[in-house]
Each structure stands twice: as structure tokens, then as C-alpha cells.
């Protein structure tokens, strides 16, 4: 398949792990995005990716999170000591460059801090 | 700052009725407006956007939406609901003078299910 594939599909960690998720874009998009989805909270930006520019931080919650995108294709999203309130879904998507508008979305991570 | 509100929580209609999900918005300038849907277990798909021209956009599987500027309204329609239509339907909106693409806000959802 060409669509954007993440995993885990599923992960459980203990509060205090630290724990890395994949993301695999569709060859050649250049954005890349990660999104968070709560229960009830809609998508909660989180981090994007544009070629070789800085990405943009902004959504990020706090220093515990941060995301890599090497090669300018995979990406991961590394939350360091977790906590209960990460349980979420996380979501990863991308879009074809700058002229595009419509994102191509993964099917999601869903975390568990127990 | 940008803001998107799906007003419904839920919307429930009878298969071959009307449809309607319901989405206001607030931006600064000019608003680019996108509709997602999400199926169980799935990763979010496209439907259709508004960028500029017709207020009327067509999309994917019979849906449609309809850019009210003087309402700042971006509801999304379809004329006759099919059980399949059931999932959970995204709002979202980006100012075009976003000086970064990344600024995409979306709504909470609306859960809509369709009844035989």
C-alpha cells in the first residue's frame, strides 16, 4: 500500500517510560505532521515537518515531547517519562508540498500510560 | 487566533434522509476550510475543502458543503445518508495568510450515525 503507515498500532507503557513512535509517509510528500487525538478533544497539533526547514514546535505540550524526521521521510515522535495524561491516540500525516492542501493520515498509535 | 466549534457532540438521521453536520469557525483573513472524516479504527480521510471561488464545494461520496462567509459557517451536506455514512466527520480551517502551513486547527468531531 502507498498510504501513510505508523507504529506500533498499539502501546501500553508504565508512567515514567519513555516510548517512540514511527511514522512511514507516502514516498516523495515533503510535510509531515503528528497530531494528537483525545477522547471527546478533537486533533491537537503537535509538530510539522516542511522539507528541510526548521519544523514547527509550536503544538508541542511540553519538553517531554519531541519528534525527528530524518532523510526527509520517517519520522518518530519520542515522549520521555510519560505520564497518564499522554494516553491518547497519535496520529501522523502528510501532504504532497507546499501547493497542496489535503493531508493523507495514518491510522494512528494508540498510547496507554498505565 | 484561529478556532473551529462542531457545535453537535452527535447527529442522528434515518438512512435516505438529509444530512447535515454543522461547523463555524473563526480566522483571521480568509479562511482555508477542509471536512475529514474518520471511520472506526481508521486513520482520517480527506472529503473536500473550500479554498476560494464557488461557495459550494463538491467532494468525495455525495458530500457537500456550503462556505457561508457572513456566518462564518462551513456545513457539511449530503442529500440522502446511507448507513455507511457513520463515522466521525472533522471540521477544519487554516488562515491563508498562514506563514506556516502547520497552523491547521480542527474541531472536536461529530459522531454521526445513520439509522436503518
Known amino acids: 500500500g502507498a498510504g501513510v503507515s505508523q507504529s506500533p498500532s498499539n502501546k501500553v507503557t508504565e508512567k515514567g517510560k519513555d516510548v517512540e513512535l514511527r511514522c512511514d509517509p507516502i514516498s516523495g510528500h515533503t510535510a509531515l505532521y503528528w497530531y494528537r487525538q483525545s477522547l471527546g478533544q478533537g486533533l491537537e497539533f503537535l509538530i510539522y515537518?516542511?522539507?528541510?526547514?526548521?519544523?514547527?514546535k509550536s503544538g508541542l505540550p511540553s519538553d517531554r515531547f519531541s519528534a525527528e524526521r530524518t532523510g526527509g521521510s520517517v519520522s518518530t515522535l519520542t515522549i520521555q517519562r510519560t505520564q497518564q495524561e499522554d494516553s491518547a491516540v497519535y496520529l501522523c500525516?502528510?501532504?504532497?508540498?507546499?501547493?497542496?492542501?489535503?493531508?493523507?493520515f495514518g491510522p494512528g498509535t494508540r498510547l496507554t500510560v498505565t | 487566533a484561529q478556532s473551529v466549534a462542531q457545535p453537535e457532540d452527535q447527529v442522528n438521521v434515518a438512512e435516505g434522509n438529509p444530512l447535515t453536520v454543522k461547523c463555524t469557525y473563526s480566522v483571521s483573513g480568509n479562511p482555508y476550510l477542509f471536512w475529514y472524516v474518520q471511520y472506526p479504527n481508521r486513520g482520517l480521510q480527506f472529503l473536500l475543502k473550500y479554498i476560494t471561488g464557488d461557495n459550494l464545494v463538491k467532494g468525495s461520496y455525495g458530500f457537500e458543503a456550503e462556505f457561508n462567509k457572513s456566518q462564518t459557517s462551513f456545513h457539511l451536506k449530503k442529500p440522502s445518508a446511507l448507513v455507511s455514512d457513520s463515522a466521525l466527520y472533522f471540521c477544519a480551517v487554516r488562515p491563508s495568510s498562514s506563514d506556516s502551513w502547520g497552523k491547521f486547527q480542527f474541531g472536536a468531531g461529530t459522531q454521526v450515525v445513520v439509522t436503518p
Open positions: 515537518f516542511q522539507g528541510n526547514s526548521a519544523p514547527d
Open positions: 500525516a502528510s501532504r504532497a508540498g507546499q501547493v497542496t492542501y489535503e493531508q493523507y
